[in-house]
């Protein structure tokens, strides 16, 4: 059983590389031994964003399908992902633990902008590879400052500036209310906004914000109708983003609603909320949403639901972070195989900041992974997309986003 406060997985690898003499001692290459590789994780298995727990059991699960598929020169994967509860100190604790004491080879797929930032200088002064990270912070591709730290999803800057250039497209006048969440990760969004709307951004939006600790958003919503909002962004994760939905239902309020693209599960979002209260809402995709029917014959789907039924039997189909779970692991996967028989620290951040034109079968057709020494944003890419009130329907084209 996964434990809900302390989450301990010993899992696999995958086949991509045949097995050879192991001939990196332990002693020169931590989290390494003859017949292991250790990654380390934190997850909010617990605390207000539980929600993306599932992200973490669907990761441990997959490395469990490439354990029993072979092995990397001979090693298989142990995952150790701790309970954080979204707390940055908690990261920060657990964090420790996972180098100084299990001594993993790198950090993979921490979830939280606050929690990894909580973090990102100590792991960087210990040059531990801190891969993947499950937050689309801009910060994140500062390869100048913390070269060991790199990202996974789209910026959410670059995401921000999509909406704004489709919000002055559909309404150019519109007076513009953006509920975001009091950190890097809300605030993102604002310098995304202000990077499109310039001179105009003082004039046009009003902000609101929250703490992750607060029980509800219903003030800061009445706050936003009064003022007479035409456009709201709610910059929210899965708990608050609900909450959100169902607010703005609730007092018969009609605006153009974009939500960020880290809440739009279905299973942990809009169920939640009220299906019917998001008709209409605008937000964003990089990965294939499993509740949409166009993906149902889609190869890559019909790999992931066959590693859903198979090694991950109690997760949520309609839940997206199960098969942002299986993108990241993807990913990972491949770094390692690349790595070959030298699993050291260098090498293992050598050759995730050497993808080229990398597929994964649960991406948005168009959509590749590309990095490099000084592009540590591996998916830069997104389409639009609109809720029916059953689903996620895309529209318009694949953009390409630019940022630094």
Same mark, same amino acid.
């Given at each position: 059983?996964?434990?809900?406060?302390?989450?301990?997985?010993?899992?696999?690898?995958?086949?991509?590389?045949?097995?050879?003499?192991?001939?990196? =001692?332990?002693?020169?290459?931590?989290? !390494?031994?003859?017949?292991?590789?250790?990654?380390?994780?934190?997850?909010?298995?617990? /605390?207000?964003?539980?929600?993306?727990?599932? &992200?973490?059991?669907?990761?441990? *699960?997959?490395?469990?399908?490439?354990?029993?598929?072979?092995?990397?020169?001979?090693?298989?994967?142990?995952?150790?992902?701790?309970?954080?509860?979204?707390?940055?100190? #908690?990261?920060?604790?657990?964090?420790?633990?996972?180098?100084?004491?299990?001594? !993993?080879?790198?950090?993979?797929?921490?979830?939280?902008?606050?929690?990894?930032?909580?973090?990102? =200088?100590?792991?960087?002064?210990?040059?531990?590879?801190?891969?993947?990270?499950?937050?689309?912070?801009?910060? %994140?591709?500062?390869?100048?400052?913390?070269? %060991?730290?790199?990202?996974?999803?789209?910026?959410?800057?670059?995401?921000?500036?999509?909406?704004?250039?489709?919000?002055? #497209?559909?309404?150019?006048?519109?007076?513009? /209310? &953006?509920?975001?969440?009091?950190?890097?990760?809300?605030?993102?969004?604002?310098?995304?906004?202000?990077?499109?709307?310039? /001179?105009?951004?003082? #004039?046009?939006?009003?902000?609101?914000?929250?703490? !992750?600790?607060?029980?509800? &958003?219903?003030?800061?919503?009445?706050?936003?109708?009064?003022?007479?909002?035409? +456009?709201?962004?709610?910059?929210?994760?899965?708990?608050?983003?609900?909450?959100?939905?169902?607010?703005?239902?609730?007092?018969? %309020?009609?605006?153009?609603?974009?939500?960020?693209?880290?809440?739009?599960?279905?299973?942990?979002?809009?169920?939640? *909320?009220?299906?019917?209260?998001?008709?209409?809402?605008?937000?964003?995709?990089?990965?294939?949403?499993?509740?949409?029917?166009?993906?149902?014959?889609?190869?890559?789907?019909?790999?992931?639901? *066959?590693?859903?039924?198979?090694?991950?039997?109690?997760?949520?189909?309609?839940?997206?972070?199960? !098969?942002?779970?299986?993108?990241?692991?993807?990913?990972?996967?491949?770094?390692?195989?690349?790595? /070959?028989?030298?699993?050291?620290?260098?090498?293992?951040?050598?050759?995730?900041?050497?993808?080229?034109?990398?597929?994964?079968? +649960?991406?948005?057709?168009?959509?590749?992974?590309?990095?490099?020494?000084?592009?540590?944003?591996?998916?830069?890419?997104?389409?639009?997309?609109?809720?029916?009130?059953?689903? %996620?329907?895309?529209?318009?084209?694949?953009?390409?986003?630019?940022?630094?």
């Amino acid at each position: 059983m996964l434990h809900r406060r302390t989450l301990l997985t010993t899992i696999g690898a995958a086949t991509l590389v045949p097995a050879a003499p192991a001939i990196l =001692r332990a002693a020169e290459t931590p989290g !390494v031994t003859a017949t292991e590789i250790r990654l380390g994780n934190t997850m909010p298995y617990s /605390g207000p964003a539980s929600a993306y727990g599932t &992200i973490g059991k669907a990761i441990a *699960a997959r490395f469990k399908m490439a354990n029993d598929e072979g092995s990397f020169a001979g090693r298989k994967v142990k995952f150790i992902s701790y309970d954080d509860g979204y707390s940055p100190p #908690k990261t920060f604790e657990q964090t420790r633990r996972l180098i100084e004491e299990d001594k !993993v080879a790198a950090l993979f797929a921490d979830l939280g902008t606050p929690t990894n930032s909580a973090i990102q =200088r100590y792991v960087n002064q210990k040059k531990v590879p801190h891969l993947f990270l499950a937050t689309g912070a801009d910060k %994140w591709g500062d390869y100048k400052h913390f070269p %060991w730290t790199i990202g996974w999803q789209p910026s959410y800057v670059t995401e921000a500036q999509v909406y704004a250039k489709y919000i002055l #497209k559909q309404k150019p006048d519109a007076k513009i /209310g &953006i509920l975001y969440q009091n950190d890097d990760f809300g605030k993102d969004y604002l310098t995304g906004m202000r990077d499109v709307l310039k /001179g105009n951004y003082e #004039k046009q939006v009003k902000t609101v914000s929250f703490e !992750v600790t607060d029980a509800t &958003i219903d003030s800061q919503l009445v706050s936003l109708q009064a003022d007479g909002i035409d +456009v709201l962004m709610t910059i929210a994760t899965p708990k608050f983003a609900a909450q959100s939905i169902r607010k703005v239902a609730q007092m018969n %309020w009609k605006p153009m609603h974009v939500l960020t693209g880290v809440s739009v599960s279905v299973g942990a979002v809009m169920i939640p *909320a009220g299906p019917e209260n998001g008709v209409g809402i605008i937000s964003s995709a990089y990965l294939k949403d499993p509740t949409d029917q166009r993906w149902d014959n889609d190869a890559g789907m019909k790999q992931w639901r *066959a590693f859903m039924a198979k090694y991950y039997p109690d997760g949520d189909l309609k839940d997206g972070g199960n !098969v942002s779970g299986f993108a990241f692991t993807h990913t990972m996967l491949h770094v390692l195989a690349q790595c /070959g028989n030298d699993l050291s620290r260098e090498n293992i951040m050598k050759q995730a900041t050497s993808l080229h034109d990398l597929e994964n079968p +649960v991406l948005l057709p168009g959509i590749k992974l590309n990095t490099g020494p000084t592009n540590y944003h591996p998916v830069r890419q997104l389409q639009l997309m609109r809720w029916t009130g059953k689903t %996620w329907d895309l529209f318009g084209d694949i953009i390409e986003g630019a940022s630094t």
